[in-house]
Structure formats: C-alpha cells, structure tokens
C-alpha cells in the first residue's frame, strides 16, 4: 500500500512560480556570479570531517566512504517515516550580499535550499539522479541578515540520497558564537529502564546532547529527550549542552532520576527458566497439523498458549473460549480431562494461558461496554479453567489509530485506551503472579520506527504501530513480548535498511529495536523505550507450513548468537548484547508436532 505522497507537480510549480516573482521583482541580483574575492564560507561541505557542523533529523545522516564526489566522504540521508532527512547549518553573512549555493548529489529525490535569508528562501531538487549530478541556486541577504541556515533533504518515504561537497560562495560574516547553557532541566516519565528529560529552549541552537553520568548519551533536534537502556532501581544524573555550527555550551546543571523496580518479570512468570520456549496449542480448533491433547505437550514448553478465545462479534467485547467439537477433533479431550492435564502442566512448573483473537478472532473494544464485558468474560475463562494469565495476540483490524492520536505515550483512541485499562482491570485482579503476553505481527510494532497511524497529513494505514501505546502503557506489567517474525513484509532496522524474513538478519534487526528502543516516525522526541531483554522472545513459525517466512534451526542459532553473543551477526550491527534474552515462541506446538519436534528439540539444544 502506498503510504507516502511522493513530490510531483507541486515542487515543479512552487519552483517555476518563484522563478518567476524573482524576475517580475527585479531581483535578478541574486543569481549574480559571486565577486572574485568571495570564499566558500560553508563549513565541512565535503563531510571530510564527519558530520562537525551539520545536524540531522532524527539521526538520519551518516557520512560514508562510498559513492563521494570528492575526497572520502560524502553524507547519506536517509528518510524515515515522517522524517525527510533534512541535515542543516547555520553560515555566518552579511546583510545585503549575494551568495550562490551548490552541491553534487545522486540517489533518491534530494533538495538543496537556504532559509533565514531575510529575502525570498530558495530551493532546488531532483528527482533522481543515478550519477553525481550539480544543484545549484543564489539568493541575497536582507539588510539585517547576519545568518542563513543551509540544507538538503529528501523526501518522504524515498530511498536514501547522497551529497558531497557543498558549497556556499559569497563574502563571510561575523563567526558565530556557542549557544547558551540550556535552563530549565528536568525529569519527566521514569520507569524501570528509562528516564523522560526536558528542558527550554535556547536562542541560535540547532541542537541538543544529552550526558548520563558525564558521557555523551545522544543528540536530539528539539528540547526533549528520553534515555533508554537503564537498569532498574539505579540513581542516574543528566546533564545537556545545547549546540550550533560554533561548537557546544557547558553543559547545564545536573538532574538525578532513579529508576524504578523491575517488578521480578515484568509482571506474573518470575518463576520462568532463564531460557523459555512459549508455544501455541490449537485447543478449539483443527487445520492440517492435526489436535495435539494438553496432556500430550512435551515438557520442552514451558509457556502455553490456548489458542484462541474469540469475541461473539467484533465489537462486543464478549470472549467464549470452548474445546474443539469431536466431529472436528475425533481425538479431542474431555473439559475435565483438559483441566486435570492444565493442574499438572502447572505443578511441573509450566505456565497456560488464553490467547485472545488470532487471525480470525477480530477485537475492537470501542465502548466501555465492550471493554467492561472483556474482563468480565475473560476473567470467567480463567476461572473456569485454572489459567496463570492471558495473550494478547490482535491481529488484522483489532487495533488502529484514529487520526490525530499522533503520540504512544498518550494515546487517544478509545479501541487502545479501553484494551489498556481492561488488562490492567485484569492484572489488579489477579495479583502480581498474573502472566501478560503479546504476540503483535511486526506491522503493528516495528513498522512504528517509520509510520505510526495515518500520519501527520493523514492517508498512511491506520494501523501502523498501533501496539506500541499497548506494549508501553503495560510494560510493568508485560511478561512477554515476542513478536511475530513471519507473515510479515520487509521492514526498515535502525540500520534504516530495509530487512525481511526467512534468515538470521532479520530476527536480529527487529529484537535489536525492541532491545534498543526507536524514535517513533522518526520522531527523536517521541522514542520507544527498549524493553529488558527477559521480556523479549523471539517469534517464528515451527515448520514450513506454519506460516510464511520459516528460518532454518542454523539460522535461527545465528540469530541467537549474535543477540546473547554478539557472534554470527553478518553485516547487521546490533546496538548491545543481551545474553537474558528470554527465548523464543512459535506458532504452534502443533506443527512442531507434525515437523517431529525439529522447533522444541533444537530449542533444547541450543540452550541445554
């Protein structure tokens, strides 16, 4: 589905008409050819010297040695969700001179432009370019212009686009000074791994860095942050320095923050092994793997999931939960068989919950009725059959985003808010042992590091990260979260390449983002915090015909060994190493049984 708009009559439109102001308003001054004693005044515009003096949105450029223009560098933007790669600096001129502008690009549609120029701001673009190519555009200063701001971007949505030596040609002004110190510093949001920070604005700054106990924690555009990666129940002190073209402020005065506890496991399952495997067991239903009976589960599992409690109808909120009929499953249990199988799963240590919804089971809790009727029924299935807990494993059109509810962290669209206070309803009422799962596909999760509902203008799928306000409002609660890992189309890693399904590369791309935390559309001020690795397993199908997207048990090794290991990683770079990784899930304990066990016995293998 096409989620983006590319640029088309309009950028050529605004371009001509703006050519056309410019002539009608006698300012043909402006593309003069600069005078003889002119110097290029842009700083660093062959990237020989990294990104010093550039800023980038959303941490979209990097600097690469191949393809350049000249010398060894060349900057990379690439566009991510509602960001366009925009990288930016501030140039020091005089008021009322002419300046020309240009810079060798290639790749995907790039823009070249000033702002802050006092008089009309210029741009130029490309559509594409295969081969270096030369932008170029002039512009002159107002009588009280003492600064331009200079940039290239892309576009949304698009590949990557490369630029190498730019520059700025006219006469140079005053050196710009360091911005101030920051004020104003403070904590927002803590939980047991992140610390929400803030702060106030500071005049001439293009740029934020925050320090964590003196070191350099991460650069944002705008006056927010949030620093991930922490341990629970550990005190942390921040500092920022606001940054320009000139360099950096001292840093400002300290803020301390603890984070909170871990709550044991994230929830209910603080008893779970280091290392477990969560399957799911077809109980009310048969297809081509055939019923495999509660008793007969093999002890590798250690998590089951029933699969699945459906609603009466998508929006009542009402869950049934039954065995499958014996005209369907010739060989299925009775309830009291299946009980008394559920107590002994339980007295060897083993954990069986309700999975609600599946690819069929649609729910939307839009009403407090339905969201009311949710717990009531849920909670009548866990009663009935002794249950440690429940899966949320929503699929298809259960969860979107209305339009306007642009932030996880407050979400306002009542299908999430209701799903959010019914578990939490849930967990209160059975204590602190109460075991919370969820089993997302990655459109819903991953898929937030580029588009998050339908956007800032609207028109992307609504359902774009759509879990993410779930998966962060409950992650106190969360037990485990594993993701499905199939069924799924190419998705963009924090590599900003795209990565898909079938191989190691992948499972290590999307558990890296869920270990490290994302920026959500791209949005620095609006990050995904990570999650600790002991609530974080891995979801892939049990055998070829369980679901598109099956990985070989030696890649699924090379997977696990780059994640607790930091081996077998190939070209992928992860963003730390996780060694309680918790383990990994599949769909489903009865196509492992018709593959001969190859899922649960490699499991066994790998981690003894």
């Given at each position: 589905?096409?989620?983006?708009?590319?640029?088309?009559?309009?950028?050529?439109?605004?371009?001509?008409?703006?050519?056309?102001?410019?002539?009608?308003?006698?300012?043909?001054?402006?593309?003069?050819?600069?005078?003889?004693?002119?110097?290029?005044?842009?700083?660093?515009?062959?990237?020989?010297?990294?990104?010093?003096?550039?800023?980038?949105?959303?941490?979209?450029?990097?600097?690469?040695?191949?393809?350049?223009?000249?010398?060894?560098?060349?900057?990379?933007?690439?566009?991510?969700?509602?960001?366009?790669?925009?990288?930016?600096?501030?140039?020091?001129?005089?008021?009322?001179s002419a300046y020309t502008l240009s810079s060798w690009v290639r790749g995907g549609y790039v823009y070249l432009g000033a702002s802050g120029t006092g008089t009309t701001d210029v741009s130029t673009w490309t559509q594409s370019a295969s081969d270096w190519q030369k932008l170029t555009t002039s512009f002159r200063t107002g009588p009280n212009t003492t600064s331009v701001t200079v940039y290239t971007h892309g576009w949304y949505g698009t590949p990557a686009y490369y630029a190498d030596d730019l520059t700025l040609v006219g006469p140079g002004g005053a050196p710009a000074q360091p911005p101030a110190v920051p004020t104003g510093l403070k904590t927002g949001t803590v939980t047991s791994t992140s610390v929400a920070l803030s702060w106030a604005p500071v005049t001439g700054a293009t740029?934020?860095?925050?320090?964590?106990?003196?070191?350099?924690?991460?650069?944002?555009?705008?006056?927010?942050?949030?620093?991930?990666?922490?341990?629970?129940?550990?005190a942390y002190g921040f500092q920022v320095a606001a940054t320009n073209a000139a360099g950096a402020s001292a840093l400002s005065p300290a803020v301390t923050a603890t984070t909170s506890a871990s709550g044991g496991g994230g929830g209910g399952g603080a008893d779970l092994p280091a290392h477990a495997l969560v399957g799911y067991l077809h109980s009310s239903f048969a297809n081509g793997s055939g019923y495999t009976r509660m008793a007969d589960v093999p002890a590798s599992w250690d998590v089951i999931n029933l699969a699945f409690g459906e609603p009466t109808s998508v929006t009542s909120g009402d869950i049934r939960f039954s065995l499958c009929p014996v005209a369907e499953c010739p060989n299925v249990e009775s309830a009291a068989e299946f009980k008394a199988a559920i107590k002994a799963k339980q007295a060897a240590g083993k954990k069986v919950l309700i999975s609600i919804g599946g690819a069929n089971g649609q729910v939307q809790l839009s009403t407090t009725g339905a969201r009311d009727a949710f717990v009531s029924s849920v909670s009548k299935i866990i009663d009935e059959y002794g249950l440690d807990g429940l899966d949320i494993d929503f699929e298809g059109h259960s969860l979107s985003l209305n339009t306007g509810d642009t932030d996880f962290r407050n979400p306002t669209t009542p299908v999430v808010v209701n799903l959010i206070s019914a578990i939490k309803t849930l967990k209160a009422k059975y204590g602190a042992d109460f075991v919370l799962t969820m089993a997302p596909e990655t459109f819903f999760v991953q898929l937030g590091y580029q588009f998050y509902g339908s956007g800032p203008w609207g028109g992307q799928d609504p359902r774009a990260g759509s879990y993410l306000p779930v998966i962060h409002a409950l992650r106190d609660d969360l037990t485990l979260l594993h993701v499905q890992d199939y069924n799924s189309g190419p998705i963009?890693?924090?590599?900003?390449?795209?990565?898909?399904?079938?191989?190691?590369?992948?499972?290590?791309?999307?558990?890296d983002m869920l270990l490290t935390g994302f920026p959500v559309a791209g949005d620095t001020t609006k990050v995904f915090p990570a999650l600790r690795p002991e609530q974080v397993a891995i979801g892939l199908p049990a055998s070829t015909q369980a679901g598109n997207g099956h990985t070989s048990p030696a890649e699924v090794h090379k997977a696990l060994n780059c994640l607790t290991k930091k081996t077998d990683c190939g070209s992928y770079q992860t963003h730390g190493t996780w060694p309680a990784l918790r383990g990994l899930m599949t769909w489903s304990i009865n196509w492992d049984r018709f593959n001969q066990w190859e899922f649960s016995k490699n499991f066994d293998a790998y981690f003894g």
């Amino acid at each position: 589905m096409e989620r983006t708009r590319r640029p088309a009559l309009y950028p050529r439109l605004v371009a001509a008409l703006a050519a056309a102001v410019l002539t009608a308003g006698g300012l043909v001054a402006a593309a003069q050819t600069a005078r003889a004693a002119d110097a290029d005044i842009a700083r660093n515009g062959g990237f020989e010297s990294g990104l010093t003096g550039w800023s980038c949105t959303a941490g979209s450029g990097a600097v690469v040695t191949t393809p350049v223009h000249g010398g060894s560098g060349a900057l990379k933007g690439t566009p991510a969700g509602s960001d366009n790669a925009k990288c930016s600096q501030t140039v020091a001129v005089q008021p009322d001179s002419a300046y020309t502008l240009s810079s060798w690009v290639r790749g995907g549609y790039v823009y070249l432009g000033a702002s802050g120029t006092g008089t009309t701001d210029v741009s130029t673009w490309t559509q594409s370019a295969s081969d270096w190519q030369k932008l170029t555009t002039s512009f002159r200063t107002g009588p009280n212009t003492t600064s331009v701001t200079v940039y290239t971007h892309g576009w949304y949505g698009t590949p990557a686009y490369y630029a190498d030596d730019l520059t700025l040609v006219g006469p140079g002004g005053a050196p710009a000074q360091p911005p101030a110190v920051p004020t104003g510093l403070k904590t927002g949001t803590v939980t047991s791994t992140s610390v929400a920070l803030s702060w106030a604005p500071v005049t001439g700054a293009t740029g934020y860095t925050v320090y964590r106990g003196g070191a350099r924690a991460l650069d944002v555009s705008g006056t927010s942050a949030t620093v991930t990666g922490l341990s629970p129940s550990t005190a942390y002190g921040f500092q920022v320095a606001a940054t320009n073209a000139a360099g950096a402020s001292a840093l400002s005065p300290a803020v301390t923050a603890t984070t909170s506890a871990s709550g044991g496991g994230g929830g209910g399952g603080a008893d779970l092994p280091a290392h477990a495997l969560v399957g799911y067991l077809h109980s009310s239903f048969a297809n081509g793997s055939g019923y495999t009976r509660m008793a007969d589960v093999p002890a590798s599992w250690d998590v089951i999931n029933l699969a699945f409690g459906e609603p009466t109808s998508v929006t009542s909120g009402d869950i049934r939960f039954s065995l499958c009929p014996v005209a369907e499953c010739p060989n299925v249990e009775s309830a009291a068989e299946f009980k008394a199988a559920i107590k002994a799963k339980q007295a060897a240590g083993k954990k069986v919950l309700i999975s609600i919804g599946g690819a069929n089971g649609q729910v939307q809790l839009s009403t407090t009725g339905a969201r009311d009727a949710f717990v009531s029924s849920v909670s009548k299935i866990i009663d009935e059959y002794g249950l440690d807990g429940l899966d949320i494993d929503f699929e298809g059109h259960s969860l979107s985003l209305n339009t306007g509810d642009t932030d996880f962290r407050n979400p306002t669209t009542p299908v999430v808010v209701n799903l959010i206070s019914a578990i939490k309803t849930l967990k209160a009422k059975y204590g602190a042992d109460f075991v919370l799962t969820m089993a997302p596909e990655t459109f819903f999760v991953q898929l937030g590091y580029q588009f998050y509902g339908s956007g800032p203008w609207g028109g992307q799928d609504p359902r774009a990260g759509s879990y993410l306000p779930v998966i962060h409002a409950l992650r106190d609660d969360l037990t485990l979260l594993h993701v499905q890992d199939y069924n799924s189309g190419p998705i963009m890693g924090l590599d900003n390449q795209y990565h898909s399904m079938g191989g190691a590369d992948f499972h290590i791309a999307m558990t890296d983002m869920l270990l490290t935390g994302f920026p959500v559309a791209g949005d620095t001020t609006k990050v995904f915090p990570a999650l600790r690795p002991e609530q974080v397993a891995i979801g892939l199908p049990a055998s070829t015909q369980a679901g598109n997207g099956h990985t070989s048990p030696a890649e699924v090794h090379k997977a696990l060994n780059c994640l607790t290991k930091k081996t077998d990683c190939g070209s992928y770079q992860t963003h730390g190493t996780w060694p309680a990784l918790r383990g990994l899930m599949t769909w489903s304990i009865n196509w492992d049984r018709f593959n001969q066990w190859e899922f649960s016995k490699n499991f066994d293998a790998y981690f003894g």
